[in-house]
């Protein structure tokens, strides 16, 4: 998946999400007028728009599958308003996630803006829980000239990221530890990642497996184990790690070699491959044992609550 910018070709998808009430029901602006020349109509003008940049999120077939946008952008006082919307079908596949680190990342790298804001209806449960997961945390100090272009709606919630904020860091997800792998890396010919078993993950290790050649799109997991402790990592691609520990449900991308996941008591797992060819390794404390697998999630609900 990738940014780029709104084509023609476009339009009738974006006005598949405009009309579907499961996805503009809490939004701030009536979508469910717009028409199909509507759609065309803000495509063109965001080609030349400089007061708003409003981008297009793709798939690798260059699929849209929402629009991200930066608008009221202020250079002067340096901060802009954060927007994005996805499609159904594009929900909980990494899309949204996706669009929003990379505009964030053009605010502050490209137009060299200070801060980023947003707003989002207090009964917008879906949005809320988004954003909350993903730690961003309520901004409550949001300029008053910013506000006034809500003056009528109720209930908001306002989040903001400032430049320099480590808003991807996490340093667990559903009780599970998110360790950073030792990574040396040289000038000009890459970066070497290892770890040791007993030093840098609290387990010896006894069997090494990966998962690779699974098409975009395609889930995987849906089990937990009894007493096996697990390093997941992704050397390579972009993979959505779900887990559940029977209270909790939380999600967490892995793309980057040096950051892993730790797994050390029962926990259900659910992997999503966000691009196609990315390869999920795991570094497990004990060899391959069927009994030790729980594949049923009622069993594994069952499971966990004996042992509390």
């Known amino acids: 998946m990738y940014l780029r910018e709104l084509k023609m070709e476009d339009a009738p998808y974006m006005l598949e ?3 579907d009430d499961t996805v503009v029901h809490n939004l701030q602006k009536n979508f469910s007028e717009k028409t199909l020349d509507d759609t065309k109509s803000f495509i063109r003008s965001s080609w030349n728009d400089t007061k708003d940049k409003n981008l297009a999120i793709v798939s690798e077939l260059d699929e849209y599958m929402g629009t991200v946008s930066l608008k009221y952008i202020d250079r002067e006082n340096g901060n802009a308003e954060f927007a994005i919307a996805v499609r159904k079908s594009a929900m909980g596949c990494g899309y949204a996630w996706y669009g929003m680190k990379a505009i964030i990342e053009k605010a502050f790298q490209e137009l060299h803006l200070e801060s980023v804001y947003w707003c989002v209806s207090r009964k917008n449960k879906r949005a809320i829980r988004f954003y909350d997961k993903h730690n961003f945390h ?7 000239n910013i506000q006034k272009r809500y003056k009528d709606a109720r209930e908001l919630k306002w ?18 530890s998110v360790i950073h792998i030792k990574t040396i890396p040289t000038l000009g010919a890459g970066e070497l990642s290892f770890f040791e078993g007993q030093r840098n993950i609290p387990f010896d ?4 497996y990966y998962i690779s050649k699974v098409p975009e799109g395609m889930r995987r997991g849906f089990h937990a184990h ?13 993979i959505q790690l779900v887990l559940d520990n029977g209270k909790r449900r939380e999600e967490i ?5 040096s950051i892993g996941v730790l797994i050390e008591r029962p926990v259900w797992r ?9 390869v999920l390794c795991v570094a497990a404390s004990d060899y391959y044992k069927a009994e030790d697998y729980i594949r049923d999630y009622r069993e594994f609900r069952d499971y966990v609550e004996k042992k509390e």
């Open 17 to 19: 999400w405009m009309h």
């Open 138 to 144: 309520e901004a409550l100090d949001i300029p008053d």
């Open 159 to 176: 989040y903001s990221v400032l430049k320099g904020d480590d808003f991807e860091h996490r340093t667990s997800v559903s009780d599970c």
């Open 205 to 208: 290790i006894k069997r090494i």
């Open 226 to 238: 009894k007493e096996l402790k697990q390093l997941l990592f992704c050397p390579y691609g972009r």
């Open 253 to 257: 991308e892995l793309s980057d070699p």
């Open 270 to 278: 659910e992997m999503l491959w966000l691009q196609k060819d990315s």
